[in-house]
């Protein structure tokens, strides 16, 4: 669901196996169990990164905090997933600042690269890589607006009742607490991805 943040994370683009890392993070929730050991060691290297980056998310005390106050106010199971969401928000807001590149730039670089994989991607990713890229789903996520229109689209594909559609209702009402989590979570995700990416490039370790 945070498309942003795995994209994102699948850096630094100077590395010689970025593309695939970028491919492996981005389809990684449509590859389920062992079926990833059928994509190049590269884009494997990314689909068990996205895994780490959701294990240590879903783990994270201040994620749970987050998750605690959207149970509160009516998201229940999904929790988590609005969470993802509202996290890509402010990692939207905050792109230039945390990444040190514009936010525009960065998503029609992204899209251009992964556009130019697409024939391997699965099926469920094909069908909607070009509504993601025609509405510009990335750079939308900076809006609320945009959140709202993501939540909508994840809510049609939910439980009924899931509040997912109302969800944005929760952001703005606390707007600063869900920024201040992000804010404290984000640059402990950002070294656990670093220390797990200096310790794959150990001799000795398999792509």
Do not use: C
């Not at 959207?70 to 600042?97: E, I, Q």
């Amino acid at each position: 669901m945070n498309f942003l943040a795995h994209l994102y994370l699948a850096g630094p683009p100077t590395a010689p196996d970025y593309l695939g890392q970028l491919v492996g993070q981005f389809i990684a929730d449509s590859v389920p169990g062992r079926q990833f050991e059928s994509y190049p060691a590269a884009v494997r290297a990314g689909i068990r990164a996205h895994r780490a980056i959701d294990t240590f998310t879903d783990q994270h005390l201040v994620v749970r905090r987050s998750t605690a106050r959207l149970r509160a106010a009516g998201a229940g199971k999904y929790a988590g997933v609005v969470a993802d969401v509202f996290y890509d928000h402010y990692l939207a807001r905050h792109f230039a600042g945390l990444a040190g590149e514009d936010l525009a730039g960065f998503t029609q670089r992204v899209y251009a690269l992964l556009a130019s994989q697409q024939a391997g991607f699965p099926t469920a990713v094909q069908r909607f890589f070009p509504h993601l890229v025609q509405h510009n789903w990335l750079l939308h996520y900076a809006e609320v607006e945009g959140v709202g229109r993501a939540l909508l689209g994840l809510s049609r594909r939910a439980s009924p009742g899931s509040g997912m559609d109302q969800a944005t209702t929760e952001l703005v009402r606390h707007y600063a607490d869900y920024e201040a989590d992000f804010q404290e979570f984000w640059p402990q995700l950002v070294a656990d991805v670093a220390a797990r990416r200096a310790a794959a490039a150990q001799p000795g370790e398999q792509g």
